[in-house]
């Protein structure tokens, strides 16, 4: 590299960068940064087998299975735990995700200005809370308010559906930790779909309006299909940190390890079950149990996350930018 | 957490989502192919690793190990379990200056597996080793050998009501099979007369995690109720027929204080400690017995046990249901488990110099000195003829066959 002569043709195929020894550092080290993410995933699962060979070479697959966990009896069945998992994500999803849409459209289409940041970043503060604080807020505020009168109340008006059976004075239950999930899920929603709505064009809007369109037939015939990926992508980030929410759960969910009967018993989530477990696993496969069962945990995640992008990518392909 | 920090930040739909909506007609697809791709890959590359069993390792990788247990300094020793005995474990090695002794309080369970791999010089745990555990012990097997003693006691959180209500093993058992569901019953009404019991239902504690604390627990109720014992029987774990789980002593007795009309069960020590209302239970003399250290050393005295050998079964040793009038009926052991001979269980991991520091360490523990700090801590210190049968199962501790030679300080 002479500095007299910045632009002199070394070769045709270089004229336009010359091979600087800063810019192959640069690139040597983002380089390890990428294939070190991978690595780090890989070595993850590879423990997460490893510590799970035992019960894998023992029972195979056959505990995603089984309906029964009791360790001093040598039987290792997940299907609580599972179902615990999926039950409570799915009923925060449930809880969140209007709320949050309606935030979202709120703080988008409706409110005025001035108030718009504020509540945006008061919404946001929601998701700097540590879990284990959402944690204490549910055992300490939301399971005694659920004993006293939600569950009774719950299982006198909507008993007849049946999923408010069984006896309601336990406060920590698959619904208090789904309440408390949900909380923890709407910021996320809220800012996935808030942005993905602001970034809808003026234009889309006030053609819209134009047409004669009511604020509610712009929001669902305009806005919403032309934010949906955006909704979408954040719908999914709240479900993963629904589905491996550790600390909130165990603190509100009961850790019954048994197959709930209701809505309003307690019952045990996958990670719950993890942490509590396993410095006090007694029996020899009791650990490699729990390692099978966190590499379920993360094939549910994987499956929901794969899926997720699956819709994404169709939604995207099918509504193509919103109405033309 | 990741999530957390992605809702936390504004930017990650805007611009993202706006060129990502532009790019998505043709991109989308690849992204998805790409993403599954990987994906597969790394399935296939661990399935094949599985197979082709790169997994197989040594032992003892599972985390729980407390670091540096086979330390080279011969005057360092490492032990790691139960949290009952956690602290009374800390106040000794913190008194004990011949050697540096460190102990991780990880709960029994993890103290009877760290023994097992061999990751820690003691283990120690409230329950003793079931057959299966026996089994797993690699050879040369190692001693049982009872330190100090605890008893489990009903906690609850009944406001107003004041001084120790009363339970019997029959009340209990109903109780913790869901027979029994509110406060204001005839059977324990007859029990506490003059007591009003609030019209209430009862929410049920237990342990979530295995624990000494239930073995003793689940025994009590077993010797009490014939439905409990054949549908339940006693062990550290429990398919708990109704209630939520906490973790640990510490995690029941929270999960008590702040949750109106529960029940639940804890060591002597944390109900003492946190200041929670515990209750008198009935012993089999019909006596009502407000578990202290005279009643449980009462109990483990004249439950007149007789040890089986220092490496054979005990699960069965039980000090519960004593026959004295005054005798606390909850009562348990607490155990450490040693190798019989340190030379062949660590080979060169331990040198003769730290399994001389060890054995005097343990003939301290159970001598004078190491258990006249049980009191103040609320356990019992050990009896007499439990210290003789304890320092004769030391003493038969060896290394590669030859007696170790002993020097307990003072």
Known sequence: MTRGNPFRPSSSRRTLRAPRIGDRIFFVLTLIGALGVVAVLIAVVAALFHGAQPALQQYGFSPVFGRIWNPSDYVYGFVPFILGTLV??????????????????????????????????????????????????????????????????????????????????YGENLLTASIVLSIMTVPTITAFSRDAMEAVPRSQKEAAISLGATHWEVTRRSIVPYARSGIVAGIVLGLGRALGETMAVTMTIGNRNAIPTSLLSPAQSIPSLIATDYFEAITPNEIPALFEMALILLLITLAVNIGARAILARLALGSGVGAE | MSSTQAGTNTPPGSDSDSTMMRRKKGGGRGVMIAVVAVVVVIILILVGGYAAGWFKTSTGSGGTGSGGCKSPTPATLSGAGSTLVAPLMFQWSAVYTSSTVGYSSVGSGAGISDITSKTVDYGASDAPLNPPQRTAIPSPGVVTIPESIGAAVPIYNLPGISGHLRFTGQVLAAIYLGDMTNWNNSALQTINPGVTLPNANIVVVHRSDGSGTTFAWSSFLAAANATWKTTYGHSTTINWPVGIGAKGNAGVTETVQVTSDAIGYVDINYALTNGVAFGAVQNPSGNYIVANITNIASAVKDANVVFPSPTGDWYNVTVENAPGAQDYPIATYTYLFVYTDLGKAYGSSMSLSTAENLVNFLLWIVGPTGQSYAAPLYYVPLSPATVTYDTTTIDSITYNGAAITTCVPS
Do not use: C, K
């Open chain 1, 88 to 169: 409570t994500s799915t009923i925060a999803l449930l809880i969140s995700v209007p709320l949050s849409l309606g935030a979202a459209i709120f703080l988008t289409q409706h409110a005025p200005l001035w108030l718009r940041e504020p509540v945006a970043q008061v919404i946001q503060l929601l998701a700097a809370i540590p879990s284990v604080v959402y944690g204490l807020w549910g055992l300490i505020i939301i399971t005694p308010l659920m004993a006293a009168d939600v569950n009774p109340a719950l299982a006198s008006y909507l008993g007849w559906t049946g999923l408010f059976g069984g006896p309601t004075n």
